[in-house]
């Protein structure tokens, strides 16, 4: 049975994407997985008219749904029933045209972490995108300056990204890429700079990036607000990343597999390991869920379509880098569904090998708890996480066609001695 959902969910359709907006999240796809920088940067440009304009949409569609909502009770005092009915029909078409709206500007958005996957390493994105979500760009203080800016270090030679234009990075509003890696805040009056706010919009990315750069900081890599920065430095007890050498495995075959898969059939399986990969045209849905009822019918899974990383898990690689333009903008309409199902006793077998003993519990969320116990020798001084360690690697494995092996890989290392080694080295530097 599946652990983290119900299977429903796994083949329901997202809100309608018309053809012209198809056409352009495939146009727009296709330059930012091109090597022309100039063409990327003069995309982004285009895209924030496209969201600023959703953005207004959105926020007038709201304002009618709320007009008509406010009519209800007057409508019940009269016994005007008829008029009710009507005025909720009205209301519920425009909860599904917010709902539309707002599915296309997070479409927008799955685009801009496209760009950021080219420019950035996963790393880098992991660490950048453990922020709240920015709002809207429409009305922001300062989005004139920050134009400027964009173009100003464009034409010094850097390649620039709009921050906004993602859900990968929630830290400052641009990202530079050069020699270096620089993420950049950009204020609209000299006074701005001068808030708490401001200060930590600022230092954060640049303790990050450090961080990233010399696998260790004296300071946290994440400040909170309302935290005076000096002193919260001061009390950290530092961070430190360790290697694990492991070569992560990518399953980027696999979308040509089921492609060609459906061409054949209604509905495409594909075993890969202990992970299963489930596909098929939106229209094939009901024989999709039969598929996967099937598929999880023995023993305890967890499983996630894979267009939910349009909208959600921004530090996720997007699943744009492993199929086409026109591939991917099939899944983000919902023309097709691509699910990875995963046998969590198959999972435990792997772990087994590698010494690791695992324990799952049952949770509607893809971080479900899962407890770890190494059965080597482990430093008693060393008091490692043995509760959903290594999450993000699981979603990748979930969203991004990341092996089920290399999760484990990665989780075995992160419970060995040679963790502990790393540490106390980098402890002595």
């Known amino acids: 049975m599946l652990l983290n959902r119900a299977p429903k969910a796994l083949v329901e359709r997202p809100p309608s994407v018309s053809v012209d907006w198809q056409r352009r999240l495939e146009e727009w796809l296709s330059i930012a997985l091109s090597s022309n920088f100039?063409?990327?940067?003069?995309?982004?440009?285009?895209?924030?008219?496209?969201?600023?304009?959703?953005?207004?949409?959105?926020?007038?569609?709201?304002?009618?749904?709320?007009?008509?909502k406010v009519t209800i009770p007057d409508l019940k005092a009269a016994g005007d029933y008829a008029r009710i009915r009507e005025v909720q029909g009205?209301?519920?078409?425009?909860?599904?045209?917010?709902?539309?709206?707002?599915?296309?500007?997070?479409?927008?958005?799955?685009?801009?972490?496209t760009i950021a996957s080219r420019i950035l390493e996963v790393d880098t994105i992991k660490h950048m995108a453990g922020f709240q979500a920015p709002g809207f760009l429409s009305g922001k203080d300062g989005l004139d300056s920050e134009v400027y800016a964009a173009e100003k270090f464009y034409r010094e030679g850097w390649l620039v990204l709009f921050n906004d234009l993602t859900h990968s990075i929630r830290i400052g509003d641009l990202t530079l890429k050069g020699d270096v890696t620089r993420t950049f805040e950009v204020k609209?009056?000299?006074?701005?700079?001068?808030?708490?706010?401001?200060?930590?919009?600022?230092?954060?990315?640049?303790?990050?990036?450090?961080?990233?750069?010399?696998?260790?900081?004296?300071?946290?890599?994440?400040?909170?607000?309302n935290t005076d920065i000096a002193r919260k430095g001061a009390m950290a007890h530092g961070a430190t990343r360790v290697s694990s050498g492991i070569k992560e495995e990518w399953?980027?075959?696999?979308?040509?597999?089921?492609?060609?898969?459906?061409?054949?059939?209604?509905?495409?399986?594909?075993?890969?390991?202990?992970?299963?990969?489930?596909?098929?045209?939106?229209?094939?849905?009901?024989q999709l869920l039969q598929a996967v009822n099937d598929v999880t019918s023995s023993g305890d899974w967890i499983a996630g379509s894979v267009r939910t990383r349009v909208v959600e898990y921004g530090d996720v690689p997007p699943f744009s880098r492993w199929l086409k333009p026109e591939g991917t903008v099939e899944v983000i309409s919902g023309d097709v569904i691509i699910i990875a199902a995963i046998n969590l006793q198959a999972l435990a077998d792997l772990f087994s090998k590698s010494l690791v003993e695992i324990e799952w519990g049952k949770k509607c969320d893809d971080l479900l708890p899962i407890k770890f116990t190494p059965k080597f020798q482990t430093d008693p001084k060393y008091h490692v996480q043995r509760v959903n360690i290594c999450d993000w690697h699981r979603l990748k494995m979930l969203y991004a066609f990341c092996s089920a092996e290399t999760f484990v890989h990665i989780c075995a290392f992160m419970l060995s001695p040679a963790v502990v080694q790393q540490l106390e080295e980098r402890k002595g530097q």
Request: aromatic share 8%; with cysteine.
């Open 188 to 225: 609209a009056s000299a006074e701005a700079y001068a808030s708490e706010d401001a200060a930590r919009q600022i230092v954060t990315p640049i303790l990050i990036h450090d961080y990233i750069k010399n696998d260790w900081s004296p300071y946290p890599t994440a400040l909170q607000e």
């Open 251 to 286: 399953h980027f075959e696999v979308p040509g597999e089921l492609y060609r898969g459906i061409r054949r059939s209604e509905v495409a399986v594909l075993r890969k390991g202990c992970k299963h990969y489930l596909a098929a045209r939106g229209r094939n849905s009901e």
């Open 90 to 113: 009205i209301v519920s078409s425009l909860e599904d045209d917010i709902s539309a709206l707002q599915y296309l500007r997070d479409c927008t958005l799955f685009v801009g972490d």
């Open 38 to 68: 100039r063409r990327v940067f003069k995309l982004q440009h285009e895209m924030l008219d496209a969201v600023v304009a959703l953005e207004t949409d959105i926020r007038s569609t709201q304002a009618k749904r709320k007009a008509n």
